[in-house]
């Protein structure tokens, strides 16, 4: 990650293959207490997604992502403050995901609400449900409950996790080992 202040700003290359797209706030802090766990636990780890709160998922065909659709998102999130977190508890989707809850929320619910304002064509999760910040561990699709509570009971005393966000980011891949990459960064405003 570059340097706190320091925003690199690349031409727009959508990765070769990529077949969705997300706006995330990553979260490198977390990948002390979290990468080895999402590696066997969230399939998207293997694909190259990091450890992460999501902003918007699912966000434009990568075919479609331009200039302009980067323009849009900077500005959509260009005024929120930089802000610090901290992931403090586990929690749970009943007993089908295991995640790391952000506090406070409220900044990753103002980002969600401003870029879903500014792409009001991709709802946050395809409007199937309400986003709810969280930085996903691993899920049952993938794991048994077993190694799901096995994960929470390991990462509990690693808690808490402190982290800030000053930038989010717009990553493009596909289900393949690795293929996911970052396309924008998008800075938010110095706090």
Request: aromatic share 6%.
């Amino acid at each position: 990650m570059p340097s706190e202040g320091r925003i690199t700003i690349v031409p727009i290359t959508v990765p070769d293959g990529a077949t969705r797209s997300a706006v995330l706030a990553l979260v490198p802090d977390a990948e002390p207490v979290v990468g080895e766990l999402r590696a066997v636990l969230d399939p998207t780890a293997s694909a190259g997604v990091p450890a992460h709160v999501t902003v918007l998922y699912p966000f434009a065909a990568p075919s479609g992502i331009d200039d302009a659709t980067v323009a849009g998102l900077r500005d959509a999130v260009s005024d929120v403050p930089a802000f610090r977190f901290r992931l403090a508890d586990v929690g749970w989707f009943g007993t089908e995901y295991v995640w790391l809850a952000p506090d406070p929320s409220e900044p990753f619910d103002e980002l969600t609400a401003r870029v879903a304002r500014a792409f009001p064509e991709h709802p946050p999760y395809g409007g199937e449900h309400e986003p709810h910040p969280h930085l996903t561990v691993g899920y049952r699709r993938h794991a048994s409950e077993v190694a799901l509570r096995d994960a929470a009971d390991r990462i509990r005393p690693l808690l808490p996790v402190d982290a800030r966000v000053d930038r989010l980011h717009l990553l493009a891949g596909s289900h393949e080992p690795g293929s996911w990459r970052t396309v924008a960064e998008l800075p938010l405003a110095r706090a």
